[in-house]
């Protein structure tokens, strides 16, 4: 048995994970001198209940310095992070900044204090563009409106001076990871950040991109930049900190130079004892080929695979992220279909169709993200465990045998380790390390003969890791045949007996254990070797304007015209239902009925532009009907009482009561919390029944209303009707406002991505509660106009205006997700609506189909524009495929 | 019926706690009704009480299913009134009422097939395309039957509206949906098809790569839907001795808030049964009560509204409470289960 030494103890030249590229290593420390700190943390302590995780902890940021942070999962390094970035307030101990103490209360006032934090996922807004992004909530103005090119050139400008090719007007969900970190970056560059905190940023990113980013951070220094450094790997820990703090259960442990710590040493503070042999790798007898894959392609890049592994081998998948590897691990376990190529289990040729085939088949797949794709968090560790077996717990009546199921668990968790109060324990509430286990039992259970780990040992600590490698060598020699996908180098080269490397969809090397050389691993595995030494001098070529146009590939170009499309394709679907409807009866163009059409559309309208806020801040409001009912009613009443009251006054007092009800509906979405959905329903309901009660049966008629009143839907102004001109204005007014002001930017926001926006202290109860509340205004200024449009005023009217109203901003564009669309869309989604009903009269078709083509209208565009966006998104992703990192390249 | 698994998010204790406290309810709703008025305990009384519940009753068993898996649907008003048009067609055309039934049934499972297509395959928000169903079968039932209304069911099929077993209160639609009840419970709690239901609800992506099929259990679930509407139909012509093409707007208001007073949670993954069939007779005789003390039905509407949004108030409360404790139980676990 040759134990091999892990990554963690064996002295390793710098560079990410030990991935150096076989160039002089780079080491990315500090010249700089001594300098006084920017920011201190004294004796801070965190509690959370009877738990302390913290205990006085000092640390202190350095200007121009790395400080790298270090230490297990749950030593307390998150909780820091979150007291420095002022999601947490700490419960003892002091924080100084230049000196001073201070107290930092949210995420916003940590920026304003000049401290940024770039987690290891990037909050951002997906459907914004990276411009925005970058200026969210701070969009640069002029003259009192946001400066749109005044943001676009800062945005290009800081994304030039990191060296970063990005076309700012893209839409962030277009970008990889890596991108998104480097948006992160221009974001601390421009609020002149003093401190930057990165949260494991290398986890997700490939080796060039991590190069890249060190590159940053160097020059960041150079600007004085304090930043705080927190990762796994123990290369990048010491050789890109100055210093480090090494925590361990909330204590600090020591505080040092990195040049006077090796790495054993650091591991050794870490877990408080020696590291011993971290890959036990047991004697195995290696068997014959269970699983054969030949000319595997498929997911779009993954070409020409072919590979065996025989019972009781490891075999190793080594790549960079997005080379292929879990593509190809997907694609065995059917989750993905491959395109060609054959897969072979003992010799016979098999098509897994989907995961429960693929189980039958003999194969497992423990899956790269435990919390999105493996764990379902809030079930008992023994119901995660059974998941993919229930069937067969189960009788020919489909009732589970829950004794089985608790014996098959209990003998899983205690096989895999799984350290619990019992298999009844939520998974949600065990470590990282012990969910990974828990995982590992789930696939374990149905006795697979192809196991395929996809990063197993990924975010979970030091010695939680140690325990994996061991079951894992023990399931191999159990005549398992595993497929270990894994990007630390080390971790492969410890267990694999033979390894494969990725590059780019393919393989592009194979090694056998006994001439296992890291080097030439890693060499295969980078996309050039060149690339690396090219990094020193690609910046000074090229005088690129970092705004120029859309980078190669129309690809881009056409995402952007498709976009725009939506409201200009609007116009178009218009002007050919228009002429659609005038080619059968051309009495649609004559001047009364156009002005019938335009008066038809206007209260809809008004009531959509509310509509239309609504559900770009992605919550629905469906009592708009009768907060319109409501206020026509109350008004109607009080007009019949006094005839000579001001019209004026009448409309103020439509909006109130409209806002009134809008203010309910605000207070049950924005305060308690309920879903929108569920809440307006609830409130139709009382604001229907309400007004129904108060009408008592009555119907209010023109003939006791005042003739001023109708007047205001007979008044023209140049030919137009007035209630076309409000209608107009209005929409004019709420589509500047939407784009000019910083409200309305934040409802954008707010609706793309609302953690995100509560990081960028966006209140999200005040931007919800303008939402309802300006919909009830507006719903309560139709209301009085309603009467005067159309003389009679009971409790029933408007019976359906929330579906017309939802369909109008539905088919306008507006992503019923939130995030997307405008204002103007809503109108003229409004008009198509419009111009259909009257095409309908004109052509004499039974007005009883109007109801069934809203809802056919309703369906027909949520599922043309979700097929647009689905598109687009993959034309995006494909094209960068081929340009796989953002930063120039020679 | 109460094990483990079904207190899948909120711990044991609150969810029994709901049911005891739902339970407690009704009684006072009962002690309530006796005051009000002397014909409240009365056989007939009761009867038509249940009787007028049991439509939206049978549409909430595979609403409870579909609120667990994270969906909503809310065309289910609209599927009744569909359903209940075909049938009043073929009245119209002279057919048998059976005939009528089977085809009630056959456009119910169309209409949830189509819902359960269009968010499975079309990978929509079932909340959007089910208000374009609502819109959309509503819309059709309008177009086949304008205003007019028919009538002349049989005697027997009356008889499942409000008819009662024997000198019992009980009626024979009553009868029908707890047969359905207690399958509906069965597959929701004891089978592997149940058990999916509320993975999928907590963690969609996990489900699909355990092995689950997700996409056929949704659209299962719209189906299910479908299928009782059509049901619902049956049983409310019956009540009601008509059928129209406005048959059942609104149903899906008490619907929806006899499952969430159940406590199912809103957004998925957790609810009993038995908490939504507590609910449903709450909600009954609350409105019983409501109505014998003079509300009329739109009064009784608000009522119903106010119960949803209390109910979620009260529900968003307790989330917060439990959030707060299982980041402390959590905090207390790390650090005993060090490993």
């Known amino acids: 048995m040759q134990p091999v030494v892990a990554a963690e103890v064996r002295p390793a030249p710098t560079g990410a994970k030990g991935r150096d590229l076989g160039v002089e290593p780079k080491r990315y420390q500090s010249e700089v001198e001594f300098s006084h700190p920017v920011v201190e943390l004294r004796g801070i302590t965190k509690r959370f209940g009877p738990v302390e995780v913290l205990s006085a902890v000092d640390l202190s940021l350095r200007a121009g310095r790395v400080h790298s942070l270090a230490g297990e999962n749950g030593a307390g390094k998150s909780t820091l992070v979150k007291i420095l970035g002022g999601i947490h307030q700490p419960d003892g101990g002091r924080i100084l900044k230049n000196g001073l103490e201070t107290t930092i209360l949210g995420a916003a006032d940590a920026r304003r204090q000049g401290i940024a934090v770039i987690h290891q996922h990037p909050a951002i807004f997906p459907d914004l563009s990276v411009a925005e992004n970058i200026f969210v909530g701070r969009q640069p103005r002029h003259a009192g409106r946001i400066d749109w090119p005044a943001m676009t050139k800062r945005a290009a400008d800081l994304l030039f001076s990191l060296q970063v090719d990005i076309d700012v007007r893209v839409p962030v969900k277009m970008l990889s990871i890596a991108e998104r970190q480097a948006i992160e970056i221009a974001k601390a560059l421009s609020i002149d950040a003093r401190v930057l905190v990165m949260d494991e940023p290398t986890s997700a990113i490939s080796s060039r991109e991590i190069d890249r980013l060190f590159e940053i951070v160097g020059r960041l220094k150079k600007q004085g930049v304090a930043i705080l450094f927190i990762s796994h790997f123990i290369d990048e820990i010491l050789g890109l900190g100055d210093e480090v703090t090494i925590l361990r259960s909330g204590k600090r442990i020591i505080t040092a130079p990195t040049a006077d710590l090796t790495p054993e040493q650091t591991i050794r503070h870490m877990i408080g004892t020696e590291p011993g042999a971290f890959f036990p790798k047991e004697d195995t007898q290696i068997g014959l080929p269970v699983l054969g894959v030949r000319k595997l392609s498929g997911a779009g890049f993954v070409e020409d695979i072919s590979f065996e592994v025989r019972a009781g081998e490891i075999l190793g998948f080594f790549g960079l992220v997005g080379a292929g590897r879990s593509e190809v691990g997907q694609m065995l376990f059917g989750v993905t279909r491959p395109d060609r190529g054959e897969i072979r289990i003992d010799g016979h040729v098999v098509q897994p169709r989907s995961p429960r085939h693929a189980m039958r088949l003999g194969i497992s797949l423990l899956p790269e993200d435990r919390h999105q794709q493996g764990l379902v968090l809030q079930f008992p560790i023994r119901a995660n465990q059974t998941l993919p077996i229930l069937r067969q717990l189960a009788n020919r009546l489909g009732l589970i045998d829950r004794v089985r199921e608790a014996e098959i668990a209990k003998k899983f968790a205690g096989l895999t380790r799984v350290v619990a109060t019992g298999i009844e324990q939520l998974t949600n509430t065990v470590s990282g390390g012990n969910q990974q286990k828990v995982l590992l039992a789930k696939w374990l259970i149905p006795s697979p003969r192809v196991l395929i780990l996809d990063e197993p040992t990924r975010g979970i600590d030091v010695r939680a890791k140690a325990e994996i490698h061991r079951i894992i060598s023990h399931l191999a020699a159990q005549g398992i045949a595993i497929i270990l996908i894994s990007d630390d180098a080390q971790e492969v080269i410890g267990m694999a007996d033979r390894i494969i490397v990725f590059r780019g969809g393919r393989i592009a090397a194979e090694s056998v254990r006994s001439s296992f050389d890291r080097e030439a691993i890693l060499l295969a595995a980078a996309h050039t070797a060149r690339s690396h030494e090219a990094s020193g001098t690609a910046n000074a070529a090229g005088t690129q304007s970092a705004d120029r146009a859309p980078s190669p590939g129309n690809s881009r170009g056409l995402i952007r015209r498709l976009m725009r499309v939506r409201e200009l394709g609007l116009v178009l679907a218009l002007l050919i239902i228009c002429a659609a409807v005038t080619m059968r009866e051309p009495r649609f163009l004559q001047g009364a009925n156009l002005k019938q059409v335009a008066l038809s559309a206007t209260l809809v309208c008004i009531v959509a532009l509310g509509e239309a806020l609504v559900i770009i801040a992605r919550q629905i409001d469906l009592s708009v009907g009768a907060m319109v009912a409501m206020s026509a009613f109350i008004s109607a009443e009080w007009l019949e009482h006094r005839p000579h009251e001001w019209i004026l006054f009448v409309l103020l007092l439509g909006c109130s009561v409209g806002g009134a009800l809008g203010i309910v509906n605000a207070l049950l979405v924005a305060v308690f919390r309920i879903p929108a959905i569920v809440a307006t329903l609830g409130t139709l309901a009382i604001y229907r029944g309400g007004v129904i009660v108060l009408a008592g049966g009555r119907q209010i008629s023109a003939t006791v209303l005042p003739d001023s009143y109708g007047e205001i839907a007979r008044v023209n102004f140049a030919g137009v009707p007035l209630l076309v001109w409000l209608a107009v204005l209005l929409t004019v007014g709420f589509g500047l406002a939407m784009r000019f002001t910083w409200t309305g930017r934040n409802l954008y926001a707010l609706g793309s991505n609302q953690e995100s926006a509560h990081f960028a202290g966006i209140s999200e109860q005040r931007h919800l509660a303008l939402v309802f509340i300006l919909s009830g205004l507006l719903c309560g200024f139709v209301g009085v106009l309603w009467g005067a449009r159309f003389g009679t005023v009971d409790a029933v009217i408007a019976p359906d205006l929330h579906l017309q109203a939802i369909s109008a901003v539905v088919v306008g564009g507006v992503s019923i997700f939130g995030g997307s669309g405008s204002v103007y869309g809503a109108a003229l989604g409004t008009m198509i609506f419009a111009v259909l009903q009257n095409g309908v009269q004109l052509l004499g078709i039974n007005q009883f189909w109007l109801q069934a083509v809203v809802g056919a209208a309703i369906l027909s565009t949520v599922l043309f524009y979700s097929y647009l966006a689905r598109r687009a998104e993959r034309v995006e992703r494909e094209s960068r495929r081929s340009q796989p990192v953002p930063w120039r390249l020679e | ?339």
């Open chain 2, 1 to 339: 019926m109460t094990t483990a698994d079904q207190r899948i998010t909120l711990p044991r204790s609150v969810i029994a706690r709901w049911e005891v406290f739902l339970l407690f309810v009704l009684v006072m709703t009962f002690v309530c009704g006796a005051q009000v008025s002397q014909y409240f305990l009365r056989s007939s009384n009761i009867s038509i009480a249940l009787a007028g519940m049991t439509p939206a009753a049978i549409v909430a068993l595979p609403m409870t299913l579909i609120i667990v898996t994270g969906e909503i649907d809310i065309s289910v008003g609209s599927m009744v009134g569909l359903c209940a048009t075909f049938m009043a067609v073929c009245l119209e055309h002279g057919l048998p009422v059976q005939a009528a039934m089977l085809l009630g049934i056959t456009v119910g499972t169309l209409a949830g097939l189509l819902n359960g297509i269009i968010v499975v395959y079309g990978g929509l928000p079932s909340l959007v395309v089910t208000i374009g169903t609502l819109a959309l079968y509503r819309g059709i039932a309008q177009i086949i039957l304008r205003e007019r209304g028919v009538s002349g069911f049989p005697e027997w099929y009356q008889n499942i509206g409000f008819g009662t077993i024997g000198g019992t209160p009980i009626p024979w639609s009553s009868i029908i949906f707890f047969l359905f009840f207690i399958g509906f419970a069965i597959f929701l709690h004891a089978t592997h098809w149940g058990r999916a239901l509320y993975a999928i609800g907590n963690n969609r992506e996990a489900t699909r790569f355990s092995g689950i099929n997700v996409k056929r259990a949704i659209l299962g679930v719209f189906i299910a839907s479908g299928v009782m509407s059509s049901l619902a139909a049956i049983v409310l012509t019956a009540y009601l001795a008509s059928a129209r093409s406005d048959t059942a707007i609104g149903l899906e208001l008490p619907v929806i808030t006899a499952v969430v007073l159940g406590g199912v949670n809103i957004f998925g993954g957790s609810g009993t049964m038995a908490g939504v069939l507590i609910a449903l007779l709450v909600l009954a005789f609350v409105q019983n009560v409501l109505g014998l003390a003079g509300v009329t039905p739109e009064g009784q509407q608000i009522v119903t509204g106010a119960v949803l949004i209390v109910t979620l108030i009260v529900f968003g409360a307790s989330e917060i409470i439990n959030k707060a404790k299982a980041t402390l139980w959590r905090s207390r676990a790390i650090g005993s289960t060090r490993d």
